[in-house]
Nanobody
Framework: QVQLVESGGGLVQAGGSLRLSCAAS????????MNWYRQTPGKQRELVAHITSGRLTNYADSVKGRFTISRDNAKNTVYLQMNSLKPEDTAVYYC???????WGQGTQVTVSS
C-alpha cells in the first residue's frame, strides 16, 4: 500500500519561502511520476507542479518562476520549493502519486500580506 506523508507547511509573510516535502513508501518511488496539488475552500483542487520519473517538470502558470519541484530517489521524497510567496498561494498542499491515485494528508500553507 502506497503511503505519502507531507511536511513543511506553515505561516510565512508575503515574499518569503517554504519547502514542502512528501515522503513516499510502499512502491518503487523512482519509477513514479509525482504531482503537487493545492486546494482552497470552495474551489477545485489545482495541479501546481509535476515531475516525471526522468525529472522532467511542468508547472501551473500561476507558479512558474517561483516554485520548483524536485525529487530525491534515494530518500523516496519529492519536494516543492516555494519562493516569492503571495497571499493567493495560501492553500492546503497535497502530493499525489498519479499511477496509484494515492494522496497525502495535506499540509497547510498560509501566506500573510
Amino acid at each position: 500500500q502506497v503511503q505519502l506523508v507531507e511536511s513543511g507547511g506553515g505561516l510565512v509573510q508575503a515574499g518569503g519561502s517554504l519547502r514542502l516535502s512528501c515522503a513516499a513508501s510502499g512502491t518503487i518511488f523512482s519509477n513514479r511520476a509525482m504531482n503537487w496539488y493545492r486546494q482552497t475552500p470552495g474551489k477545485q483542487r489545482e495541479l501546481v507542479a509535476h515531475i516525471t520519473s526522468g525529472r522532467l517538470t511542468n508547472y501551473a502558470d500561476s507558479v512558474k518562476g517561483r516554485f520548483t519541484i524536485s525529487r530525491d530517489n534515494a530518500k523516496n521524497t519529492v519536494y516543492l520549493q516555494m519562493n516569492s510567496l503571495k497571499p493567493e498561494d495560501t492553500a492546503v498542499y497535497y502530493c499525489q502519486m498519479p499511477f496509484f491515485d494515492s494522496w497525502g494528508q495535506g499540509t497547510q500553507v498560509t501566506v500573510s500580506s
